[in-house]
């Protein structure tokens, strides 16, 4: 009899054992296969986003992992850039105090006349968005904000998304993990 | 004794709703932020004068359609392209016209007879006042993009914003040749057009001006497509043309004054034939943040119409 109850508290026991093992263990798999594999990426939905330059402040990373980028498909090489130049600049020309981007990541390329190339410097942009701004009211719409996934840690919840007034931060696919303008469009979203 | 725990339950309530309403304060959550300190202030620019403004909206109809393209009067009739289709509207708003058209229009004009000239993305066609086709045109390549159409007795020009071309076609379609706008002065390096947005019109003296919106102006050639004259004022405030390219749309008023759109600060104005703001038809707070610059046509008695291609509707300005 004795020999019996023994053989019973020792099946609970281990059936016990195996069930937490299990539930530990799948746990821990699953946990592992969430932080390895990243199925899901965040990036910014450009027709959604208002330029509020929360990317530049709420980011974890410093600076921040979203960046300016330039569909040069959409832009119209412009001598008079609404993103390069701030709005009224008496002169059209390279000069700090006619710049708007804060941090000069913009640089102005001549290609011939009258047409010039703007080109990010994405170790200067800190994710402002007043270029974007600035090209969304006086221009094609060519530059706008993308999170930059070689800086991005991808937190479970993304620090910008939390306060992002338009929502236009999203979890994408992290096999099209950009949305870029141009191929990406309106339409693609309906 | 069971007072005082009442108390002391009462004034943690209290305490606690307090912590809770100063942290909410306290925290960055949207709405509850500081102001953007990056912040492009472009509200100074979209602000106008109400003193500038002599004209209010009187009436306005929606149109059933996806996309819409281009606007021209008719007499008393207002014409547009909507989808895949010619439709024409009487002053009451009621459709009394409507054929589909074998491609999607872009822009229209109607003759002295009373013919619909439409442009598509590369080709002509002109059509009755019944709705006919009498005839359309080959299509001009791949790289063409017509925005804007208008026709003499004598001759139809095309503005094309793919090619940063002025074609001229004879009275039956026939095509005569095409014009860059450039000449030797220094600066001038023909039509600037950064995006589809490239707009002619015909001055009631037959005068044709070519709106080219990289310069910011206004040109005037000759039939053969020679520069003669011609203004621009790259300025964001009121006076004159803002952002990259500009004005989008043009007409002409019988007294040769422009009708202009913008797009990027949307707005609407009229300019002396010299150039000078005459006044303001709609302000930007009458249109979407950004939105499409509206293509315009005014009458002989100054209303303008205007074709909103955000809202999917014709608005109707009248002098006040």
């Keep these: ?190 | 004794m069971k007072k005082t725990f009442i108390y002391v339950f009462l004034s943690l309530v209290v305490i606690i709703i307090l912590v809770l309403v100063v942290k909410d304060f306290s925290s960055n959550r949207p709405g509850r932020m500081s102001g953007n300190p990056y912040k492009l202030d472009v509200d100074e620019i979209m602000a106008v004068d109400p003193e500038l403004i002599s004209y209010r909206e009187t009436r306005n109809y929606d149109i059933d359609a996806d996309k819409l393209g281009g606007i021209a009067l008719s007499g008393e009739n207002i014409c547009i392209g909507a989808d895949d289709y010619l439709q024409m509207i009487d002053p009451e708003g009621k459709q009394i016209m409507k054929i589909k058209l074998p491609h999607s229009p872009e822009c229209l004009t109607v003759s002295e007879q009373g013919n619909i000239l439409v442009g598509f993305r590369n080709g002509l066609a002109l059509y009755s006042p019944e709705g006919e086709e009498i005839w359309k045109t080959d299509t001009m390549g791949e790289r063409a993009v017509f925005t804007a159409v208008r026709m003499t007795s004598s001759v139809i020009y095309v503005a094309d914003a793919g090619q940063r071309a002025v074609h001229r076609y004879g009275p039956d379609g026939s095509y005569i040749d095409s014009f860059e706008g450039k000449t030797q002065i220094e600066g001038n390096y023909g039509f600037i057009v950064p995006s589809p947005y490239f707009d002619l019109a015909i001055a009631p003296d037959g005068e044709l001006w070519v709106a080219n919106p990289g310069k910011h102006s206004i040109e005037n050639y000759t039939g053969e497509g020679k520069l003669r004259a011609y203004w621009e004022n790259m300025n964001p405030t009121i006076d004159g043309f803002s952002g990259c390219c500009n004005p989008a749309h043009i007409d002409i008023m019988t007294d040769g004054s422009f009708v202009t759109s913008e797009k990027g600060v949307v707005r609407i104005k009229i300019h002396k034939p010299s150039g000078e703001l005459a006044t303001v038809v709609a302000a930007p707070d009458k249109f979407l943040v950004d939105g499409e610059a509206p293509d315009v046509a005014v009458h002989e008695d100054g209303t303008v119409y205007a074709l909103d291609y955000d809202r999917k509707t014709i608005r109707i300005f009248e002098p006040k």
């Design chain 1, 1 to 190: 009899m004795e020999s019996k109850a023994h053989n019973r508290r020792d099946f609970i026991r281990r059936s016990v054992r195996v069930s937490l093992g299990l539930t530990v263990g799948g746990v821990g798999a699953l946990a592992l296969k969430n932080g390895t594999t990243d199925e899901w990426v965040w990036q910014i939905d450009p027709f959604e986003c208002n330029q509020c330059g929360r990317c530049a402040t709420e980011c974890v990373r410093n600076i921040s992992a979203v960046k300016c980028v330039h569909a040069y498909d959409l832009c119209g090489y412009c001598d008079l850039c609404g993103g390069y130049l701030k709005p009224g600049a008496p002169r059209i020309d390279t000069g700090a105090e006619h710049q708007l981007c804060p941090t000069a990541a913009i640089k102005r390329k001549y290609i011939e006349e009258p047409f010039f190339e703007y080109v990010i410097e994405e170790d200067l942009c800190i994710g402002c968005a007043k270029c974007v701004k600035g090209c969304t009211s006086f221009g094609n719409g060519s530059l706008h904000l993308q999170i930059r996934h070689d800086l991005c840690r991808n937190c479970n919840q993304c620090a910008i998304a939390r306060v992002c007034p338009s929502k236009a931060i999203i979890r994408v696919p992290n096999t099209e993990p950009y949305l870029i303008k141009g191929s990406f469009t309106k339409s693609d979203k309906t």
